[in-house]
Nanobody, 126 residues
Framework: QVQLVESGGGLVQAGGSLRLSCTAS????????MGWFRQAPGKEREFVAA????????YYAGSVKGRFTISRDNAKNTVYLQMNSLKPEDTAVYYC???????????????????WGQGTQVTVSS
């Protein structure tokens, strides 16, 4: 059973930055693409960013492209989400997730992810 633990959320003013971390248990982290999703109050969970198993490919939602950066450190079993120029509309619970299949291309839909973290709250004040 894989466990994912997010950290780094908090309250920040608009224009500020936060870095989220997600650490996975187990010894197979480096084989799987990882993703970040978010869910704002009253809205469905949506894709934010994803990274390939090697870290060589990344993909972003249009709403965060150019402001957020996803990266990973396979030696530390950790994936990161650097969030800059934050806006109030970025306020949400952020979840990391592990892809279902090893050594595959980056996936952007939730049904491609089997393991999920508990989420971390990000609140951006105006």
């Amino acid at each position: 059973q894989v466990q994912l633990v997010e950290s780094g959320g908090g309250l920040v003013q608009a224009g500020g930055s936060l870095r989220l971390s997600c650490t996975a248990s187990g010894r197979t982290f480096s084989r799987y693409p990882m993703g970040w999703f978010r869910q704002a109050p009253g809205k469905e969970r949506e894709f934010v960013a994803a990274i390939s198993w090697s870290g060589g490919s990344t993909y972003y939602a249009g709403s965060v492209k150019g402001r957020f950066t996803i990266s990973r450190d396979n030696a530390k079993n950790t994936v990161y989400l650097q969030m800059n120029s934050l806006k109030p509309e970025d306020t949400a619970v952020y979840y990391c997730a592990r892809s279902n299949t090893a050594f595959t291309v980056v996936a952007t839909t939730q049904d491609n992810y089997h393991y999920w973290g508990q989420g971390t709250q990000v609140t951006v004040s105006s």
